[in-house]
């Protein structure tokens, strides 16, 4: 597989891993958005919410609960914005499903809020 994630995730590339536990891990983005921008990576392979199991459900939601509890470490205290994009239209550029977290400045997208 020639996934960046997974050669990443099994140390192949490096990367500082600013979190980890069994289900995901959360890295800077190399192309930020935002003042502060994170990805959350769950550490099975799947490109889409459509391709999960109910097993990796489970351990995307125990991941998902997890961000708050990162908030101090990764300095979310002022708000944050979690973006899953999901195929070519939405901008996917990596195909292993990932969380971007933005923060650190006020996200002001007005395209959004159509």
């Known amino acids: 597989m020639d996934c960046i994630f997974c050669k990443i ?8 891993k600013l979190y980890e536990d069994d289900d995901m891990f959360v890295i800077r983005d190399i192309d930020p958005k935002a003042a502060k921008h994170y990805l959350m990576i769950p550490k099975r392979h799947y490109k889409l919410i459509s391709d ?8 995307f939601a125990r991941a998902l609960r997890k961000i708050p509890a990162l908030s101090d470490k990764l300095g979310l205290g ?37």
């Open 9 to 16: 995730r099994d140390g192949v590339i490096p990367s500082e």
């Open 52 to 59: 999960m199991t109910d097993e990796d459900a489970a351990s």
């Open 78 to 114: 002022g708000g944050y914005r979690l973006i899953i994009n999901q195929g070519d239209d939405a901008g996917q550029t990596v195909f292993h499903l990932h969380v971007h977290i933005l923060a650190g400045q006020p996200l002001d997208f007005p395209d959004l809020k159509k």
